[in-house]
């Protein structure tokens, strides 16, 4: 069953920062059902990444998803977090 997507306060922050930076963003936050927020391409290479504000946990259907996906998805607090792992920043 489709849930309504929402996203957490510091979605478009991390998501505009990465494209401000020129690293290729799809929102796909509205897809709801646990998919993770934006799928990022950097390098050659798909990440996956989850935006979650500090102290917050997944939901049911997030935690359905890392569980059934067969690969790595990125919890990321900030745009720091995620330019962490995209490598770029240590």
């Known amino acids: 069953m489709r849930r309504a997507a929402r996203t957490d306060r510091?979605?478009?922050?991390?998501r505009d920062g990465l494209r401000r930076m020129g690293?290729?963003?799809i929102d796909t936050s509205r897809l709801g059902d646990g998919f993770v927020d934006i799928v990022v391409c950097?390098?050659?290479r798909v990440y996956l990444m989850e935006i979650k504000m500090p102290g917050c946990k997944l939901t049911p259907d997030e935690g359905a998803f890392h569980t059934v996906y067969d690969g790595y998805v990125s919890?990321?607090?900030?745009v720091e977090d995620a330019l962490i792992e995209l490598g770029l920043m240590t």
Do not use: F, L, Q, R
């Open 23 to 25: 690293i290729k963003v």
């Open 10 to 14: 510091n979605h478009a922050e991390i």
């Open 75 to 78: 919890i990321v607090y900030s």
């Open 42 to 44: 950097h390098g050659g």
